[in-house]
C-alpha cells in the first residue's frame, strides 16, 4: 500500500491525485498530497509510475500496512525505480531502459523448453 | 479522498453515446463511436488511464496472422467445449489485427533484434495512457473519477443515460444519450489480483437492473499465482518455478494445464514456497525492462527469488479472466435491453472462449474488438433514435427498497469479507460440487436479504454500489454454476464429473430480488465430437 510522501521532493503538482484509480490521495492544504483512506490502495504503483518527482513510495504488502523508517527507503535507490525501468520521463532515450516486453513469448518458450 | 455527493451540485450534459468505464475495452469502444461522428463522453470511477486491470499489466494479443488463424480457431475450439463460435473469432482475430497499428502515434511499438515490429505485446500502463490520448484526440469528453451509480431509462423503455457522482469535485452528474456502452470491467471480489479493485461488478448490476441478461457467469472461477502478500500477479516468470512445502520438501507442481490445480491443492494443505533459481542469468537483467513492475516486491522486501524462497498464493480472478458477463448478441454486442451494449470483460466472452478462459491474450483481444463493435453498434442506434426529452427514470434498486421503515445501518466491510468468504476460497470454488455450492448460495442470500433490508451511510455511495453489485454477481456466478449439472471447461465439479449432452448450452442467469436462471441450447449439434473434459 502507499506508504510514503516525501514533502520535500513533492512539487505539489497533484498528479498522483488524479491517477490514482482507487482515489486513495488528496490535496493537502499545505500543497502536498495526503494519503487519505489508505485500505482502498490497491498496491498497483500507479501513482510511482506518475510522479516525476519520485516522491512517493508504496510498499508491496497489499495486505496491511507497514511501519517504514522514510530516510532508509530514500537511502535505498528504491524511490523512482519503476518510473526508470520504464523508460518515462527522462529516461525515455535510455538504451538501458527500453521497452523489452516483446521478449515475453521467448522467455516463456524458453521455460517450456528447458522442463 | 471523497467529496460529498449531492443532487443539488448537477453536471448535467448530453451525448450521443455514453462509455461507462475506461480501460482497454472502454477507450477502444469511445474511439470506435467517435470514428462514425459520434458525440462521445467517457466516465470513469478512477482515472482513465490507469484504471482496470489492463492498465496495471503487460497484456499481449491473440495476434495471428491470417494465414495461421484457421489452426488457431481449432485450436480454441477444442478447449471451448462447444460454447464458442468460429465466426466469432475470426472477426476478433481480425479486428485485432487490423487495429493495433493504426494505434502507432500513440504506443511506440519496438522493434526486435531483427528490426521486426512487435505489435502482438504491449505494456499496459503506456497503452492506457497512449489510449487516453487517442480518446481526447478524438473529441471525446472524458470524465475521470466519475463513477455510474445508476442507468436511465426513458418513457419507451430505452436506456437513455446514467447518473452517478463526482467523487473528487463533488455533486453528482446526469447524462442523457441516445445509447450507453457499459465497459465497467469484470468482479474479482476485491482479491488482490493486480489492478482489480475497481473491477467490483457495477456494469453489471446497472445492467440487470434495467432487466438485462447475463452469461458463461458458471465460467468464473480462474485463479493466477503471485507472491504471497502481494498484488504482483504477473506469473511469466512462474514458469520457472520449483515449488516446496514448509519443510522444504519438493512438490509435484509443475507448468501445463493443471499447474493451477496443483498448486491449489498443495495450498489447502498448507502454505507453498516457491523458488526461481532456474531462471537463467541473463534473462534475470533484462526482466525490469520486460516486466517492469515484475521485481517491486522482492526488491523491496529485500527477497532474492533466486536463491531464497518465497510463500506465494493464488489470487481469485472472477469473470476478470474468467469468461461469464452480460450476454452480448449480433454484430454490435448489444445486451437483452435496447440502448445498452456491453463490451471487455463487462460482457460474456464465451463466442470467443466458450467454457475455458481464453487466457490474456484472447481477453485484450476481446476487449479491442468488442469494445469496437459495441462502439460502432451504439453510434449508429444513437444516430436512428430520436434523442428523448422528456422524463428519464433511475432504475437503481436503492430506489425501491423492501421496506420504508427505519432500515439497519449496514457496514460495506463486513459483507464484503461473508462475499469473499464464498467466492474466494480455492475449495469452495476452484473444486466445486453441488452440495457446497448450495451451502454457498445459502450464505450469499443471506447477504443479499441483509443488503435489501439495510440502509448503507451516505458518505461513500459508490462503495455502497459496489457492495451491492458484488452480492448480486456471486449469486449469479453461483447459480449458474449450481444449475450446470456437468464438468465442462473450466467448471469443474467432483460430484458431477465429465460432459453431460443436456448442458450443451449456454446458461443464462439475471434478476435481483428473485434471480432466475435460464438453459438456452445450442442452434446447431456440433459436427465434430467433443473432446474429453480435462479431469481436474
Same mark, same amino acid.
Given at each position: 500500500?502507499?506508504?510514503l510522501?516525501?514533502?520535500?521532493?513533492?512539487?505539489?503538482?497533484?498528479?498522483?491525485?488524479?491517477? /490514482?484509480?482507487?482515489?486513495?490521495?488528496?490535496?493537502?492544504?499545505?500543497?502536498?498530497p495526503?494519503?487519505?483512506?489508505?485500505?482502498?490502495?490497491?498496491? /498497483?504503483?500507479?501513482?510511482?509510475?506518475?510522479?516525476a518527482?519520485?516522491?512517493?513510495?508504496?510498499?508491496?504488502d497489499?495486505?496491511?500496512p507497514?511501519?517504514?523508517?522514510?530516510?532508509?527507503?530514500?537511502?535505498?535507490?528504491?524511490?523512482?525505480?519503476?518510473?526508470r525501468?520504464?523508460?518515462?520521463?527522462?529516461?525515455?532515450?535510455?538504451?538501458r531502459?527500453?521497452?523489452?516486453?516483446?521478449?515475453?513469448?521467448?522467455?516463456?518458450?524458453?521455460?517450456?523448453?528447458?522442463? | 479522498?471523497?467529496?460529498?455527493?449531492?443532487?443539488?451540485?448537477r453536471?448535467d450534459?448530453?451525448?450521443?453515446? #455514453?462509455?461507462?468505464g475506461? $480501460?482497454?475495452?472502454?477507450?477502444?469502444?469511445?474511439?470506435?463511436?467517435?470514428?462514425?461522428?459520434?458525440?462521445?463522453?467517457?466516465?470513469?470511477?478512477?482515472y482513465?488511464?490507469?484504471?482496470?486491470?489492463?492498465?496495471?499489466?503487460?497484456?499481449?494479443?491473440?495476434?495471428v496472422?491470417?494465414?495461421?488463424?484457421?489452426?488457431?480457431?481449432?485450436?480454441?475450439?477444442?478447449?471451448?467445449?462447444?460454447?464458442?463460435?468460429r465466426?466469432?473469432?475470426?472477426?476478433?482475430?481480425?479486428?485485432t489485427? %487490423?487495429?493495433?497499428?493504426?494505434?502507432?502515434?500513440?504506443?511506440?511499438?519496438?522493434?526486435?533484434?531483427?528490426?521486426?515490429?512487435?505489435?502482438?505485446? !504491449?505494456?499496459?500502463?503506456e497503452?492506457? =495512457?497512449?489510449m487516453?490520448?487517442?480518446?481526447?484526440?478524438?473529441?471525446?469528453?472524458? @470524465?475521470?473519477?466519475?463513477?455510474?451509480?445508476?442507468? !436511465?431509462?426513458?418513457?419507451q423503455?430505452?436506456?437513455?443515460?446514467?447518473?452517478?457522482?463526482?467523487?473528487?469535485?463533488?455533486?453528482?452528474?446526469q447524462?442523457?444519450?441516445?445509447?450507453?456502452?457499459?465497459?465497467?470491467g469484470?468482479?474479482?471480489?476485491?482479491?488482490?489480483?493486480?489492478?482489480?479493485?475497481?473491477?467490483?461488478?457495477?456494469?453489471?448490476?446497472m445492467?440487470?437492473?434495467?432487466?438485462?441478461?447475463?452469461?458463461?457467469?458458471?465460467?468464473?472461477?480462474?485463479?493466477?499465482?503471485?507472491?504471497?502478500?502481494?498484488?504482483?500477479?504477473?506469473?511469466?516468470?512462474?514458469?520457472?518455478?520449483? &515449488?516446496?512445502d514448509?519443510?522444504?520438501?519438493?512438490?509435484?507442481?509443475?507448468?501445463?494445464?493443471?499447474?493451477?490445480?496443483? @498448486?491449489? +491443492?498443495?495450498l489447502?494443505?498448507?502454505?507453498?514456497?516457491?523458488?526461481?533459481?532456474?531462471?537463467?542469468?541473463?534473462?534475470?537483467?533484462?526482466?525490469?525492462?520486460?516486466?517492469?513492475?515484475?521485481?517491486?516486491?522482492?526488491?523491496?522486501?529485500?527477497?532474492?527469488? &533466486?536463491r531464497?524462497?518465497?510463500?506465494?498464493?493464488?489470487?481469485?480472478?472472477?469473470?476478470?479472466?474468467?469468461?461469464?458477463?452480460?450476454r452480448?448478441?449480433?454484430?454490435?454486442c448489444q445486451?437483452?435491453?435496447?440502448?445498452?451494449?456491453?463490451?471487455?470483460?463487462a460482457?460474456?466472452?464465451?463466442?470467443?472462449?466458450?467454457?475455458?478462459?481464453?487466457?490474456?491474450?484472447?481477453?485484450?483481444?476481446?476487449?479491442?474488438?468488442?469494445?469496437?463493435?459495441?462502439?460502432? $453498434?451504439?453510434?449508429?442506434?444513437?444516430?436512428?433514435?430520436?434523442?428523448?426529452?422528456?422524463? @428519464?427514470?433511475?432504475?437503481?434498486?436503492?430506489?425501491?427498497?423492501?421496506?420504508?421503515?427505519?432500515?439497519? +445501518? @449496514?457496514?460495506?466491510?463486513a459483507?464484503?469479507?461473508?462475499?469473499?468468504?464464498?467466492?474466494h476460497?480455492?475449495?469452495?470454488?476452484l473444486?466445486?460440487?453441488?452440495?457446497?455450492?448450495?451451502?454457498?448460495?445459502?450464505? #450469499?442470500?443471506?447477504v443479499?436479504?441483509?443488503?435489501?433490508?439495510?440502509?448503507?451511510?451516505?458518505?461513500?455511495?459508490? =462503495?455502497?454500489?459496489?457492495?451491492?453489485?458484488?452480492?448480486?454477481?456471486?449469486?449469479?456466478?453461483?447459480?449458474?454454476?449450481?444449475?450446470?449439472?456437468?464438468? %465442462?471447461?473450466?467448471h469443474?465439479?467432483?460430484?458431477?464429473?465429465g460432459?453431460?449432452?443436456?448442458?450443451?448450452?449456454?446458461?443464462?442467469?439475471?434478476?435481483?430480488?428473485?434471480?432466475?436462471?435460464?438453459?438456452?441450447? !445450442?442452434?446447431?449439434?456440433s459436427?465434430?465430437?467433443?473432446p474429453?473434459?480435462?479431469?481436474?
Open positions: 500500500m502507499i506508504e510522501i516525501y514533502s520535500d521532493l513533492c512539487n505539489g503538482c497533484n498528479q498522483c491525485v488524479t491517477v /490514482c484509480p482507487t482515489n486513495v490521495l488528496s490535496a493537502g492544504t499545505d500543497g502536498v495526503v494519503i487519505g483512506e489508505q485500505s482502498a490502495c490497491q498496491t /498497483c504503483f500507479m501513482c510511482e509510475l506518475y510522479c518527482q519520485d516522491a512517493l513510495y508504496v510498499d508491496p497489499c495486505e496491511q507497514r511501519q517504514l523508517n522514510p530516510r532508509l527507503i530514500r537511502n535505498s535507490g528504491l524511490l523512482g525505480q519503476y518510473r525501468d520504464s523508460g518515462w520521463d527522462e529516461w525515455a532515450n535510455d538504451p531502459h527500453a521497452n523489452e516486453h516483446w521478449r515475453m513469448d521467448g522467455i516463456f518458450a524458453l521455460a517450456r523448453a528447458g522442463k | 479522498m471523497n467529496a460529498s455527493y449531492s443532487r443539488t451540485l453536471l450534459l448530453r451525448a450521443d453515446v #455514453l462509455i461507462i475506461g $480501460g482497454l475495452a472502454g477507450t477502444w469502444a469511445a474511439v470506435a463511436a467517435a470514428r462514425e461522428g459520434s458525440r462521445v463522453i467517457l466516465v470513469d470511477k478512477g482513465c488511464g490507469t484504471s482496470g486491470v489492463t492498465a496495471t499489466a503487460g497484456p499481449g494479443h491473440w495476434w496472422a491470417p494465414e495461421g488463424r484457421e489452426a488457431a480457431i481449432d485450436k480454441r475450439l477444442g478447449t471451448a467445449y462447444g460454447l464458442a463460435d465466426a466469432s473469432m475470426a472477426r476478433a482475430l481480425d479486428t489485427w %487490423r487495429s493495433l497499428p493504426g494505434i502507432s502515434d500513440y504506443y511506440s511499438f519496438p522493434r526486435d533484434e531483427q528490426g521486426v515490429v512487435q505489435y502482438r505485446g !504491449l505494456r499496459g500502463p497503452y492506457l =495512457r497512449g487516453r490520448r487517442l480518446v481526447l484526440d478524438s473529441g471525446v469528453t472524458i @470524465l475521470d473519477h466519475c463513477p455510474a451509480l445508476e442507468l !436511465l431509462r426513458d418513457d423503455g430505452a436506456i437513455s443515460g446514467a447518473r452517478g457522482w463526482r467523487r473528487q469535485a463533488g455533486g453528482d452528474w447524462i442523457r444519450a441516445g445509447a450507453v456502452v457499459i465497459a465497467s469484470g468482479c474479482a471480489f476485491l482479491s488482490h489480483l493486480l489492478g482489480s479493485h475497481s473491477n467490483t461488478g457495477d456494469g453489471y448490476l445492467a440487470a437492473e434495467a432487466g438485462a441478461e447475463l452469461s458463461g457467469m458458471e465460467f468464473s472461477n480462474y485463479y493466477g499465482i503471485a507472491a504471497a502478500g502481494t498484488s504482483m500477479s504477473r506469473s511469466m516468470v512462474y514458469t520457472f518455478g520449483d &515449488y516446496f514448509a519443510a522444504d520438501r519438493p512438490l509435484p507442481i509443475s507448468q501445463g494445464p493443471g499447474f493451477t490445480d496443483d @498448486l491449489a +491443492r498443495a489447502l494443505q498448507g502454505p507453498v514456497y516457491c523458488r526461481l533459481n532456474r531462471v537463467p542469468q541473463d534473462i534475470r537483467a533484462r526482466l525490469p525492462s520486460v516486466q517492469p513492475n515484475l521485481m517491486l516486491p522482492f526488491d523491496r522486501h529485500g527477497i532474492d527469488p &533466486y531464497q524462497r518465497f510463500a506465494v498464493t493464488l489470487h481469485a480472478e472472477g469473470t476478470i479472466r474468467g469468461v461469464g458477463g452480460l452480448v448478441m449480433g454484430d454490435a445486451t437483452s435491453v435496447p440502448g445498452l451494449f456491453a463490451a471487455g470483460d460482457a460474456s466472452r464465451e463466442a470467443i472462449a466458450g467454457a475455458t478462459s481464453g487466457g490474456g491474450a484472447q481477453n485484450s483481444a476481446w476487449a479491442l474488438s468488442s469494445g469496437q463493435w459495441a462502439g460502432t $453498434g451504439a453510434a449508429r442506434l444513437a444516430r436512428q433514435r430520436a434523442q428523448s426529452q422528456g422524463r @428519464l427514470y433511475g432504475l437503481s434498486l436503492a430506489n425501491k427498497p423492501y421496506s420504508t421503515n427505519p432500515r439497519p +445501518r @449496514l457496514d460495506s466491510a459483507l464484503i469479507r461473508q462475499i469473499q468468504a464464498e467466492v476460497p480455492l475449495d469452495k470454488n473444486f466445486r460440487n453441488g452440495a457446497q455450492l448450495e451451502r454457498s448460495l445459502q450464505a #450469499l442470500d443471506s443479499w436479504d441483509a443488503v435489501r433490508h439495510g440502509t448503507f451511510s451516505d458518505d461513500n455511495p459508490l =462503495r455502497a454500489r459496489e457492495t451491492v453489485a458484488m452480492a448480486a454477481t456471486a449469486r449469479w456466478c453461483y447459480r449458474a454454476a449450481e444449475q450446470r449439472r456437468e464438468s %465442462r471447461g473450466m469443474q465439479r467432483s460430484d458431477l464429473p460432459h453431460d449432452p443436456h448442458f450443451e448450452a449456454h446458461l443464462r442467469v439475471g434478476g435481483l430480488d428473485q434471480p432466475w436462471s435460464r438453459r438456452d441450447p !445450442l442452434p446447431q449439434p459436427l465434430k465430437p467433443l474429453e473434459s480435462v479431469p481436474s
